[in-house]
């Protein structure tokens, strides 16, 4: 069976500093994989995926993610932190097998940016 | 675009009664998924809609149960509530069952007391 853990469920930086939010999966099959982000009181806003082509991401407002298949993980990173990054962040798993397969979130990890 | 709009934004039902919820996919998306956010935690898949049948679901017991309608919106429906059953619930649209490309609302938050 297909999971995904977030370690950290809270994380704290300064703004400009560097953004590590981490994931790792477990999939018995090749995945597809993605990073959403929750702003209160929202829904959920895709910022990338990786879908077997090139193992390094880039998405939305300066996020990227790197697979890494020996060792299951596909973190986000951003290089310097804005006040407005501050939300929560899921990471997500799919059969690659299977286009319309279910996703499979992560518990979160929410992100806090200090001036 | 309205993109995927879900009604109503907020509910309040007591145990036992029966709740509907609402979901207009994006333009152009045929497909619908249905996913239960408890506080705290990750979403976790409801079920799937597509050409008017369930294609898939999750771990969920038959009290949870759904409908799409020919124009691709979707209903979900929660018969018995439970005080368990409190979660902000979201869809999410998509075109041809291609989970890749799949597009949250704003879901519709359901407390039950």
């Known amino acids: 069976a297909q999971s995904v853990t977030q370690l950290g469920s809270h994380v704290s930086v300064s703004e400009g500093a560097l953004v590590l939010l981490r994931c790792n999966y477990s999939s018995s099959v090749p995945p597809y994989l993605f990073w959403y982000v929750q702003y209160p009181n929202q829904g959920l806003q895709l910022l990338l995926k990786y879908t077997s082509a090139a193992t390094l991401v880039k998405g939305i407002n300066g996020f990227e993610a790197e697979f890494k298949k020996s060792e299951t993980s596909f973190h986000l990173t951003k290089p310097s932190a804005h006040m407005s990054d501050a939300a929560e962040y899921f990471c997500a798993v799919s059969d690659a097998g299977v286009n319309s397969d279910k996703l499979i979130f992560g518990p979160g990890t929410r992100l806090q940016v200090f001036p | 675009d309205a993109g995927v709009t879900q009604s109503p934004t907020h509910l309040i039902k007591t145990r036992g009664q029966q709740v509907t919820l609402r979901c207009s996919p994006k333009s152009g998306h045929d497909t619908v998924s249905w996913y239960q956010q408890a506080l705290g935690q990750g979403p976790q898949f409801i079920f799937q809609?597509?050409?008017?049948?369930?294609?898939q679901r999750g771990n969920f017991p038959d009290r949870f149960s759904g409908h799409q309608f020919p124009n691709y919106s979707s209903e979900l429906n929660v018969n018995a509530l439970l005080l368990g059953d409190s979660a902000l619930y979201l869809c999410?649209?998509?075109?041809?069952?291609?989970?890749?490309?799949?597009?949250f609302g704003q879901g519709t938050r359901l407390t039950v007391v």
């Open positions: 999410a649209s998509s075109f041809n069952l291609l989970n890749t490309e799949a597009f």
């Open positions: 809609y597509y050409e008017e049948e369930e294609r």
